[in-house]
């Protein structure tokens, strides 16, 4: 982890409200792994205040670069999106815990600005010899990203908007639940649901649709949630989500949080992880989705 | 890319921009200067190498920050507030970015002072820097019980004392900001430690110097303030409360005007050693806490805005001395006022 002043190689407009920022940091992309995040500044006075988290949504460590894609949505987006190449990002990273490999199909579902840590994971994955099948959701076209970056590789990539104007008319979740019964046609049985993994990113709404359908198919899922962030690095508390509590399952198997919230830490059934540190990335079986919660 | 670019990004390539250990800004004649200043204060028996300590909940328990600052090279640590038992603490939105400053309603998640004791004093203890545990509490003997644990154990250099609960049996007002209830607490605590005991003040007061004088005779050896100034933030497109707690804490920039007022206000009144802290995030921050009469400061919600805070105060307060001829950090203790 670093943190650092980074130089900007280039930052693109890439329609009215979305930017792609890329900047130079060796030892940081050396580092970075898919669903990581950084914790940016978005500028050098003290108002805005706080940094802002971005997922890493390029990661090229022989280049030394690293690419930050980005909407546009308050101020400290706003003031980032005025910073121009040859100017300096204040950054640190790369943080928190990104998205485990496992399987032999993976399918990749990005809605809206989602589709933002999804990019380095579906070369990592193809990499690593996985099937992969993207699924990219917006309202309409306009609000498609990156599509071109993830056709370019060898990703089977499938798209909905929700009024037609670009692939199917509806959601990535019905495309989700196509590809689903495809899969389970071609591989039955519960033992084939082993070899696959759903991954995704986007809004709350979607995220909970997803996670009802792998929920009731038994589909692992692994999922990359939001949360406000005061430090980015597990000191604050600011960040927390609510995961499950299970005496031998997934998440006891899985390597323990390096410091901080303890296993002490419990209502009945569930405690508060930090999406900093043990996310942003978590197993759909562990965590809780406040889908009541308004964006 | 623009022309010119290209030779920068070689030369950062080469120059190694990013920064991984610590950059000294004075040359090598000003080290051996900076080397004889003293820095070192005492704060009600707590020796530490320097002033600067950590605000608590803004730094964890420490590790959060070691891959960004030498924890060594702190005055102090002081870490998140210790409840007897575990707390869960809020739902979320916990915090909220305000100008110069935000709001946080954490609501004390911490996992009790067992898990403390098991769990993060042996990596703190293996530091060597003077750990300062604040303890919370919903009632006096909750106070008193986490104090008496925290003495047995060993390698707490001190504890501060977070008045800014809500006392339960009370109808929960907060502890801090009754000076007969803060007193109660201070006693508490004092009867059930040799510890040093510092009593962290909230500023949601009236009268400060009431409530520093109502603590220090209640038997506090040191004072920390402020603690963050109760506030909160609607937000228009929902129209309701941001915080899920609706209100929360302010800290950051926009609270130190208030945080220096008060070090000098209790500073002239009481004859305690201070902890300042509200907003600090540079040298120049940390040396006006000091100027109106701060013995020793904290360095909170500026470690999210550059975790490497700490660490650069301490450097911008040797080169100020260096460069003002001053020898001993003493010296400038009160020294808006006493000189
Ligand atoms: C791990 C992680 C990865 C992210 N990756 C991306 C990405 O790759 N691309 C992208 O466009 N956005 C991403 N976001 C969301 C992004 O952080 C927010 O859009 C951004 O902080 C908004 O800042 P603002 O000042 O423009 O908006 P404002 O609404 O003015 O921000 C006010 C405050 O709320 C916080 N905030 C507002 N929205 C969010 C949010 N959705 N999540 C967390 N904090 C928020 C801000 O950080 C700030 O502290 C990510 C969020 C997280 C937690
Ligand atoms: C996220 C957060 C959590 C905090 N938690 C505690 C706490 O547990 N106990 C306490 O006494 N003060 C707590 N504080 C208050 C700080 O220690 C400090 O007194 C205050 O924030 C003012 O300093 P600052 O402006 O430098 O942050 C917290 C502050 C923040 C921002
Ligand atoms: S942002 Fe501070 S703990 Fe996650």
Redesign the interface.
């Known amino acids: ?7 900007i ?2 930052q693109e407009k890439l329609t009215n409200d979305h930017y792609l920022l890329t900047y ?5 992309s050396q580092r970075a792994r898919p669903g990581q995040f950084v914790h940016v ?1 978005c500028g050098d006075t ?6 802002r988290p971005l997922s890493l949504h390029g990661i090229d460590p022989e280049a ?1 670069t690293l690419s930050l894609l980005y909407r546009v949505v308050g101020r400290g987006t706003e003031r980032l999106s005025r910073l121009s ?2 100017e300096c990002l204040e950054v ?1 990273g790369p943080l928190g815990r990104g998205f485990q490999l496992i399987g032999r199909e993976a399918i990749v579902i990005g809605g809206g600005i989602g589709v933002a840590p999804l990019l380095p994971l579906v070369q990592v994955l193809i990499r690593q010899g996985i099937q992969v099948t993207v699924l990219l959701g917006a309202r309409s076209q306009e609000g498609l990203l990156a599509q071109e970056a993830f056709q370019k590789t060898e990703a089977r990539v499938e798209i909905a908007t929700d009024d037609g104007t670009f692939g199917v008319r509806g959601t990535v979740v019905d495309l989700l639940q196509k590809r689903l019964e495809s899969y389970s046609s071609v591989n039955p049985g519960e033992e084939a649901k082993r070899d696959i993994c759903v991954y995704a990113c986007g809004p709350v709404p979607m995220l909970s649709a997803i996670w009802q359908i792998c929920q009731s198919g038994q589909i692992p899922l692994q999922l990359s949630l939001e ?15 609510r995961v499950k509590v299970v005496s031998n399952g997934e998440n006891q198997k899985k390597q323990p949080a ?5 296993a ?4 009945q059934d569930w ?2 992880a930090r999406v900093c ?1 043990e996310g942003p990335v978590f197993w759909g079986k562990e965590v809780i989705l406040d889908a009541t ?2 964006e | ?2 022309p ?2 290209n030779n ?2 070689e030369y ?2 080469a120059a ?5 250990g610590d950059k000294e800004r004075l040359g090598a004649q000003s080290i051996s200067e900076a080397e004889r200043v003293n820095l070192a204060v005492t704060i009600g028996g707590i020796r530490m190498a320097n002033p600067v300590t950590t605000g608590s ?5 420490g ?3 070691a ?2 600052v030498d924890l060594k090279r702190l005055g102090a640590i002081t870490v ?1 507030g210790t409840t007897l038992e ?4 809020n739902p ?6 305000t ?4 709001l ?1 309603a ?1 609501g004390l ?4 002072v ?2 403390f004791v098991q ?2 004093l042996p ?1 703190l203890r293996e530091i060597g820097t003077p750990v300062i545990v604040n303890i919370a509490g919903n009632t006096v003997e909750e106070y008193a019980a986490v104090a008496g644990r925290l003495s047995e154990v060993g390698g707490v250099a001190g504890l501060e004392v977070n008045i800014s609960c809500p006392n339960v049996k009370q109808g929960g007002i907060q502890f801090g900001t009754d000076p007969v209830m803060a007193a109660e607490v201070i006693g508490a605590v004092r009867a059930s430690t040799q510890l040093p005991v510092i009593a962290k003040l909230s500023p949601n007061v009236t009268d400060i110097v009431a409530m520093a004088e109502g603590v220090a005779q209640a038997g506090a050896d040191a004072l920390s303030l402020i603690n963050t100034l109760l506030g909160m933030a609607i937000d228009v497109q ?1 129209r309701k409360p941001v915080l899920a707690n609706i209100m929360g804490g302010l800290s ?2 926009a609270i130190k005007p208030v945080a220096v007022r008060m070090v000098w206000q209790v500073a002239q009144a009481v004859d305690l050693p201070i902890i300042g802290m509200g907003g600090i ?1 540079t040298p120049e921050d940390a040396l006006e806490f000091i100027l109106a009469g701060a013995t020793g400061v904290a360095v909170g ?1 500026a ?6 805070a700490t660490v650069e105060v301490i450097e911008g307060i040797t080169t100020y001395c260096v460069k003002n001829g001053i020898k001993d950090i003493n010296h400038l203790i009160g020294w808006a006022w006493k000189r």
């Not at chain 1, 003290?46 to 940094?51: A, T, V």
């Not at chain 2, 100008?99 to 935000?102: E, K, S």
Request: hydrophobic share 35%; charged share 20%.
């Open positions: 982890m670093f943190s650092c002043s980074a130089l190689l280039k130079l940091a060796p030892e940081m500044r003290w108002d805005p205040l706080l940094r030394g190449e040859g640190m949360e406000r962030m005061g430090c980015g690095v597990g000191a604050c508390l600011a960040c927390v989500c390096q410091f901080g919230v303890d002490a830490l419990t209502s405690k508060y540190v919660r308004p | 890319m623009r010119g670019l920068l990004v950062t390539k190694r921009f990013e920064k991984a909940g803004t730094f964890g328990f590790p959060e920050y891959p960004y998140k575990p707390r869960l603490g979320v939105p916990r915090i909220v970015e100008p110069a400053g935000m946080n954490i998640q911490n996992p009790g067992e898990a769990d993060h990596y929902t950051g920039p995030a919600t470690n999210f805005v550059n975790p490497r």
